[in-house]
């Protein structure tokens, strides 16, 4: 099993045990292979939530640049609302699952056809 695999089994098992969510491998594996070389590195792998600066960084760079989302305050609501069923409390809050969150709260799995 490859290194990706392996990250992306973790980041199923996260979203049916901490979010709660059956996860569509398919996507996930999209999503995944979308944050590229993001998710080998520790740092950049998780999404700081309680770091505002990070939390635009998720807006601007993913939700409208990739996700081509028009700009407005119900972004930073679906983000806010993504980390709550993640868990605050969650130390670690992957990316690429924080991504798959968001791409099926606004429903565009179509960027990922």
């Not at 809050?93 to 969150?101: C, D, G, N, S, T």
């Amino acid at each position: 099993m490859s290194k990706r695999d392996e990250l992306i089994s973790r980041y199923a098992e996260d979203l049916r045990t901490k979010c709660g969510m059956t996860p569509d491998m398919g996507l996930l594996t999209k999503v995944t292979i979308g944050c590229g070389p993001t998710i080998y590195n520790p740092d950049s792998a998780v999404v700081a939530a309680s770091d505002r600066a990070e939390l635009e960084r998720v807006r601007t760079s993913f939700l409208i640049r990739k996700l081509g989302l028009p700009d407005g305050p119900q972004l930073m609501d679906a983000i806010n609302a993504v980390i709550d069923t993640y868990g605050r409390s969650e130390r670690s809050k992957y990316r690429a699952v924080i991504y798959y969150m968001l791409v099926k709260h606004f429903g565009r799995e179509a960027v990922y056809g």
